[in-house]
Structure formats: structure tokens, C-alpha cells
């Protein structure tokens, strides 16, 4: 455990710097506020809807879905690859197959479009 | 112990000093990179050779004007860049550096000075923590109240997340040869030669998983061939467009702290971190500071690679990112993981 006393030291000191980096710069700065320099960035016309209501593509969404799949399935592997030594031929078949399994679902959603942009 | 707790102290406060400095000379390198690549002079009027500009616009950045629009959700506006440097400068502290075996400090053994918190998982650290730098770039989109930034910040998330599956494949075949997530032991399992000759880096027993790792590197850092989260033709400036002040700065801050732990972890993952081919190095202080330079150079010429790349190659299209990232690096550090269990059965990688 004694390991994760720097680790908790080096978090303090990682998470207190921006604090007081941006603290520091709310000091000093110059600032003089006005309703025109306050307007969202875009074309010059006013803006008359909020970015939130933006629509984008619903394939963010499918890519999202399909990372936390794969995600898992590395998660499972980083154990697998650490004690590959001692697994020994089981263990890579036993891979193997969960490979396998994995591979179905990769082509069916390669087949119906999931990895497709347009 | 209290040379324990001084040890952690130095430590740390070397870290994240040089951290710190990488910036602004990075930021140098940078500039006057790409002007050497475009033919130009670049900035050369701030002291010698320009060297002193990246600091002249750190104050001019400290002291300008913040902005926050109108109709931004501030508490994520702010928290956005705040995550951003917190992910970017803990993400180093797992790196090992240097060897540090047998070394004395006032007659007491110090084991671990130069690798502080040597941790067995690593790598483990390093992914999850890293994975967290996505939290910053969605926020920032989304707490904006601008189209662009959260076009940009949805894009570079999206991005993140598919080049992040490849990156974690292609380091499950650097763990089956070190058999640890150690990162220490990452680096010695690369000492020695592989088949009579061929230093036994991770880069040369395993290309395909090098280059992968290489690549989705660019894609994590939001580099050139794939800065879709920024792109400036088309997107202003991404997730950070309505940033100024020292806002602004944190973010462009941990994009390079991120570029240098990107560096230390190809070097440590597959160029054989400290390591020189074909020789062991000494022991105490002597190997340590050659260690450490050793580890110095190959990060430098990482963090060059970065900027070479940068200023040579053009913006990939998002359907080209997305179906290089799921369709071709995908299988691909599937099929290194694949040849490396296949070596290791086989006997060609003992």
C-alpha cells in the first residue's frame, strides 16, 4: 500500500496547480465585461437557438454502445495476458474461443452498417 | 523516514517541475519546427533564437481578459480545463524513468528514488487515469453554449473512445512478454537480444503493435493527421473555442503534458525504455544518470516525431478516422496479441 503515498501526494499537488494557476489569473487579469463580447462565438448574426438544442448524428451514440462492448473484452484480456505463461495451451484456446465469440458479434455489426459513416 | 518523505518530496517536485518546463520549450520546438518545415523564420525576436516567447505569452495569456459567453453551464465551463490539467499531469507519476538499483542517499538505502511509486499495475494506472482526459473535451463542449464546441467536443470524444480500443489491444501483447503490468518489469523483460542479434525491444518483436500504439497515440493527443476535435478550417477551434485566459492556457497545457507521457510510453512500452542494445548498463548513481539520459533522448525524439508529423501530414476526414480506428487498427492489435501467444507457445520469443 505504501506505494499509493506518492501517488496521493502527486494528486494533491496535480489537482491544487490549476486551482491556483486559474485562481491567480482571476487576480491579475484585466477585464472589462459587456453584453456584445459575451455573445456565443459564431457568425456575427445574433443567435437565435442554444447549442444544446444542435442535433448530430446518432452514430456517436452506436460508437459509444459499441466501445463499452470492446472495452470489456479488453478488460478481460489484461488478466489472460499477464499469467499467459502460466496458462499455457488451455488458457489460448480458452481465448480463443472467447475471440471467436466476439469475432460474430464484430462482423454482424461490421455487416449491418454499425462501422459505416455516411 | 525522513529521508523517505524528503525522497517523495524531491521526487515530486522534479516531476512536475520538468513537466511544467516541457511546455513552453515544446511549445518552442513547435514553432520553430514548423517554420523550419515551411521555410520560414519563425519566432526569433523574444531572446535568444525565440526561446523566451512561449513565456512572454504564458503572462500575456495569465492576463488577459477571461470571457465566459452568455448561457454557458458554468460550473462545467470552468471544471472542463481543470480536469484537463489534473488528468494530464497524474498520468506521468507512473512512468519509470531511470534504474535506481543500489542507490545511497547519506548511508541510507534509497531503492525506488529515481521510479517513486513503482506501481505492479502500471499500466492499469495509466489507462484508467487517461481515460478520464475525455471527461474534460466533453465538457467543454457541452458546457459552452456553442455549436462549434460541441460539434468539437462530440467529435474528439467519439474519436477518444475508438482509438483507445486499439491503443489497450496493442499493449496486451507487451504484457504477454513482460507477464506483469509493472512497468519496470515492462522495461527489463525488453534487456537483452531476441533471435542472436536483434535488440529485444517490444518495437521488433511485435511492428504491428508498435505502430498501432504509435498512431492511436497521435489520436489520444488530438495531434495532426487526426485533430478532428479541433480542426481548425472547419470548427473554429473545437471544444476550447470559446475558451480565452488562463482557461485556454490549462487546456493547451495538457495537450503537450500529454504529448510528453505519450513519448515516455512508447518509449517505455516498445523502444525499451532506458535500455541501450547490446549493452548493460552500470550500477548506482553512474547507471542511474545514464539511465535517465538514455530515457531523456528517446523521448526527444519522440516529442519530434510528434511535431514532424504534425507539419508533414494533411487532416484525415472523420468517416477515414473512424473506419481506420474500428475497421483496420481494430483487427490488426487483435492479430499482434494473436502472434505474440503464437511466438510465445512456439518457442521463437522465450
Known amino acids: 500500500m505504501e506505494h499509493y503515498v506518492p501517488i496521493l501526494v502527486y494528486a494533491l499537488v496535480a489537482i491544487s496547480f490549476p486551482i491556483i494557476a486559474l485562481l491567480m489569473a482571476k487576480v491579475v487579469r484585466a477585464g472589462s465585461p459587456d453584453p456584445v463580447k459575451a455573445e456565443p462565438y459564431e457568425c456575427g448574426v445574433k443567435t437565435n437557438t442554444v447549442a444544446f438544442d444542435t442535433r448530430f448524428s446518432i452514430r456517436y451514440y452506436l460508437i459509444a454502445v459499441l466501445f463499452v462492448i470492446f472495452d470489456v473484452e479488453t478488460i478481460f484480456l489484461f488478466p489472460w495476458a499477464v499469467s499467459f505463461d502460466r496458462l499455457a495451451l488451455f488458457g489460448f484456446i480458452e481465448m480463443m474461443v472467447f475471440l471467436a465469440i466476439l469475432l460474430v458479434g464484430y462482423v454482424y455489426a461490421w455487416r449491418r452498417g454499425a462501422l459505416e459513416w455516411a | 523516514m525522513w529521508v523517505d518523505a524528503a525522497v517523495i518530496g524531491i521526487k515530486l517536485v522534479a516531476v512536475v517541475g520538468v513537466l511544467l518546463m516541457t511546455v513552453p520549450i515544446m511549445v518552442w520546438v513547435e514553432r520553430r519546427g514548423s517554420a523550419l518545415i515551411q521555410d520560414r523564420l519563425g519566432p526569433n525576436r523574444v531572446g535568444p533564437a525565440g526561446l523566451l516567447q512561449p513565456f512572454v505569452d504564458a503572462i500575456k495569456l495569465l492576463i488577459k481578459e477571461n470571457l465566459i459567453p452568455a448561457g454557458v453551464d458554468k460550473l462545467l465551463f470552468v471544471l472542463a480545463p481543470t480536469i484537463a490539467l489534473v488528468v494530464a499531469l497524474s498520468l ?51 458546457g459552452s453554449n456553442n455549436k462549434y464546441a460541441l460539434l468539437g467536443g462530440i467529435r474528439a470524444s467519439a474519436q477518444t473512445i475508438s482509438y483507445r480500443l486499439a491503443m489497450t489491444l496493442s499493449v496486451v501483447g507487451v504484457i504477454m512478454a513482460a507477464g506483469s503490468l509493472h512497468l519496470t518489469q515492462v522495461v527489463t523483460s525488453q534487456s537483452g537480444v531476441w533471435l542472436g542479434f536483434l535488440p529485444r525491444w517490444n518495437f521488433l518483436i511485435q511492428p504491428l503493435g508498435g505502430i498501432i500504439f504509435i498512431v492511436a497515440a497521435f489520436a489520444e493527443t488530438n495531434r495532426l493527421p487526426f485533430d ?71 523521448v526527444v525524439f519522440f516529442l519530434w516525431l510528434f511535431v514532424w508529423v504534425r507539419w508533414t501530414l494533411p487532416r484525415f476526414r472523420f468517416d477515414q478516422l473512424m473506419a481506420l480506428g474500428w475497421k483496420i487498427m481494430l483487427p490488426l492489435a487483435v492479430l499482434n496479441f494473436l502472434w505474440v501467444g503464437v511466438a510465445m507457445a512456439s518457442g521463437i520469443l522465450t
Do not use: C, R
Open chain 2, 92 to 142: 506521468f507519476i507512473a512512468v519509470p524513468f531511470a534504474v535506481d538499483d543500489g542507490l545511497e542517499l547519506v548511508e541510507t538505502p534509497i531503492d525506488g528514488f529515481i521510479v517513486a511509486p513503482d506501481l505492479n499495475i502500471g499500466i492499469l494506472y495509466i489507462f484508467a487515469i487517461a481515460s478520464l482526459a475525455v471527461y474534460s473535451i466533453v465538457l467543454a463542449g457541452w
Open chain 2, 228 to 298: 478532428l476535435a479541433e480542426a481548425d478550417s472547419e470548427l473554429v477551434a473545437g471544444y476550447h473555442t470559446e475558451y480565452s485566459s488562463m482557461n485556454f492556457a490549462a487546456f493547451f497545457m495538457s495537450k503537450y503534458i500529454h504529448m510528453v507521457t505519450s513519448a515516455a510510453l512508447i518509449t517505455v512500452l516498445f523502444f525499451g525504455g532506458w535500455q541501450i542494445p547490446w549493452i548493460s548498463l552500470p550500477g548506482g548513481w553512474m547507471g542511474a544518470g545514464l539511465s535517465l539520459g538514455v530515457f531523456s533522448a528517446k
